[in-house]
């Protein structure tokens, strides 16, 4: 069973005052599976934030309709097995770290004593632990994402939605949510991540769509997508100089170590910006 489906979503927004519609999403199709973490790419405008709210049952389409693990977005149950981190998300400050998740979980419907474990066992897994006691109100950005995170956890969901997870955070607090959102991978979690820093998505997608004006212009597999056509590079290890202009079949008489053949790739910036230009 398919994590989401995805099957010729449009939404069209109108605006009486003007008689006019816009079409925020077109024609959209595409589907994720279980346990990857799909990156969904666009400018601002290109339908993303859509696409994410009728996804989670929060807009309503025009036509055509979404799915998560084989149940329609409209029904309620549905949205059991997701967690959802909003690029903007609001937290109580007066609370502490540890009473936040108790809170959403006790909205959740998880019992008193397995939800003090429940939320010390959340709050290590983001780093967390010596921010606890800590009120809301004095954390960092970096940690206010990862808090974040932690309430997205609290009914262990089997995916996970992130709009832009790493927004306003420094390079070493982006560099911590990256290696969380690779661990819920190795967790099985599936996780759909929508974010404008190309480089931390092209260290941990799977697959990718682009989306550009409400239609999508490109969809597959990472490492296919950015791999440059032709062309194949050769690493060798403990090669001298003049190895290098030669062919790989005289390698092995000149003792040198053929690490790795592939194809070298663009940056998924430079793709993003090819395909949407």
Do not use: W
């Not at 995916?159 to 290696?179: F, H, K, Q, Y």
């Not at 991978?185 to 190309?198: A, D, E, N, P, Y």
């Amino acid at each position: 069973m398919q994590a989401i489906i995805i099957e010729k979503l449009t939404k069209i927004y109108p605006i009486p005052l003007r008689r006019e519609r816009i079409t925020a999403v077109h024609d959209l199709t595409l589907n994720v599976e279980p346990g990857q973490v799909y990156g969904l790419l666009g400018p601002n405008g290109s339908g993303k934030s859509t696409t994410m709210k009728i996804l989670l049952g929060l807009v309503s389409p025009t036509s055509g309709q979404t799915q998560i693990f084989g149940r329609d977005s409209s029904e309620v149950a549905s949205r059991e097995a997701v967690g959802y981190l909003p690029e903007n998300p609001y937290f109580y400050k007066f609370l502490t770290g540890e009473e936040t998740i108790i809170f959403y979980g006790r909205l959740c419907g998880l019992r008193k004593k397995a939800l003090k474990e429940r939320a010390r066992e959340l709050l290590h897994l983001v780093g967390l632990d010596d921010a606890r006691d800590r009120r809301i109100g004095g954390y960092s950005k970096g940690m206010l994402q990862r808090i974040g995170l932690a309430q997205a956890l609290v009914l262990e969901p089997r995916l996970l939605v992130l709009d832009e997870p790493t927004a306003g955070v420094d390079p070493a607090g982006s560099r911590d949510i990256r290696d969380l959102i690779l661990g819920f991978k190795q967790r099985g979690i599936t996780v759909l991540l929508c974010s404008h820093l190309l480089s931390q998505v092209q260290e941990v997608c799977d697959r990718i769509g682009i989306l550009n004006k409400g239609r999508l212009i490109c969809e597959g597999e990472l490492e296919k997508l950015v791999s440059i056509e032709n062309q194949t590079q050769l690493i060798f290890e403990n090669a001298p100089p003049e190895l290098i202009a030669r062919f790989e079949a005289e390698a092995a008489a000149c003792g040198a170590k053929l690490v790795e053949k592939s194809k070298p790739q663009a940056t998924l910036e430079r793709f993003f910006l090819e395909v949407t230009k």
